[in-house]
């Protein structure tokens, strides 16, 4: 709260970003076992979709940018 600004106008704007609490609960929802792996894809999919319409960078579009890398062995 302002108080006694004198002659001063202000404007305060928080925008809270909270891309990544949403991709933590979907990883969360599919590791509790109440999304199966079609409806996690979908769900983050869907995510992808609509942070992109907003103008976000997303997981996916991080995944793109980087030139391929193979996985260790014992990781696939």
């Known amino acids: 709260m302002v108080k006694e600004s004198g002659n001063s106008d202000v404007d305060v704007t928080v925008n809270v970003e909270t891309t990544a609490l949403a991709y933590a609960l979907a990883c969360y929802y599919y590791a509790d076992g109440r999304l199966d792996k079609k409806q996690y894809e979908t769900m983050l999919r869907e ?8 103008g976000f960078k997303t997981s996916r579009s991080a995944e ?9 062995f014992w990781l696939q």
């Open 64 to 72: 793109n940018d980087r030139p391929a890398q193979h996985r260790p």
């Open 47 to 54: 995510m992808d979709h609509q942070f992109e319409n907003r």
